[in-house]
């Protein structure tokens, strides 16, 4: 079943290309040496693709008078152009001779799968889950001469260490630098690799299948960690939540059957509350305020000064327009003193 788990990893081989810029024969080389630059190939440096030409050049060398071929100095010419020596011997003398090479222009896959960083992992039911998100990804990825976002990072699949409960890791996916691609120094990069599965192993007896799970499940996380799924970790310490909006009460009293017993309640309430001892000692405060209001006088006084009656009657005018708000302001308080002995009691 393990070779199960090594499927990502062999399609990833077989259909991911290297960004490194390699080295092969240059035009003329390979004008002269066809099959053996044929041969050579693409190589990492130009002492290598040398030493490939070499190889080829003795496994189809019919000459018995040539022998002792060996790989020799390369020699840069400028950054992209080398000469690279190789020689044998004819007839018992030394041959010198040498190849030409070129740098090809580095091309950048536009996603690579990286190894994420051991961590620990937490159990639910039968399953382990990777305590770790991409949201810890924060330095950008240079892989091959290419450089790649760290804010691109996406989840992938998530293992234990082998032989461990307690430590697992994800492999996640990063997209290139399209407004900068290139880069120097190698930096951030582990391979991805495959572990043990999240969920584990369990025995159906003799001639049955062992039941583990190929890490194919997604935890309905936010795409990083999780049971072998493009998940993040089953939990990282937040929570999603869906606002269902703002309620419509009204739509919910107004609505049907629901409004006549709504009409009936309020109805019930307001007939309770004026047949309580509360309700009827408001309802006389408020009678005895009215009859208070109709029933009384201002006071008014007359003065005489040089032969001349003054009246002072200008606060009754006053009064009048104030009155209502008065009324209503002490109406208000000896109200809540009420309800709060009321309360008390």
Known sequence: MKAIYLLPLLFLAAFSSS????????GSTASSYANDCAT?????????????????????????NRKDYKA??????????????????????????????VKEAVVCPGV??????DAGTSKIGDAYFVVWSVRTVTSDICHNSCSYLASSAKGGSCYLSPGLTDTGFCNFSVDLNSASPSCSAEAGYTAPSVGDPLTPSTDPGD?????????????????????????????????????????????????????VHYGVFVRGMEVDLNESGFGRAMIEFKENIAAAGSGGECPTAEIQILGTIVSFDAHCILFAQISPILSAAFLAFWSLIALRVFLSA
Do not use: H
């Not at 390369?74 to 003398?93: D, E, L, P």
């Not at 690579?112 to 960083?117: A, D, I």
């Open 19 to 26: 960004a490194s810029a390699g080295w092969k024969c240059s």
């Open 40 to 64: 050579a190939g693409v190589q990492d440096t130009p002492e290598a693709l040398v030493s490939a030409f070499v190889n080829s050049v003795i496994g189809s060398n019919t000459n018995v």
């Open 72 to 101: 020799g100095v390369c020699t840069m010419v400028g950054t992209t152009n080398a000469n690279c020596a190789y020689s044998y011997t004819s007839f018992g003398n030394v041959v010198n001779n040498s190849i030409g090479a």
């Open 112 to 117: 690579v799968e990286v190894r994420g960083p």
């Open 207 to 259: 001639g049955g299948d062992d039941g583990s799970n190929p890490g194919g499940g997604d935890d309905g996380g936010d795409g990083d960690g999780g049971n072998g799924g493009d998940g993040d970790s089953g939990f990282d310490g937040e929570l999603s939540f869906s606002n269902p909006g703002s309620l419509n009460a009204d739509a919910v009293i107004d609505n049907g059957v629901n409004a």
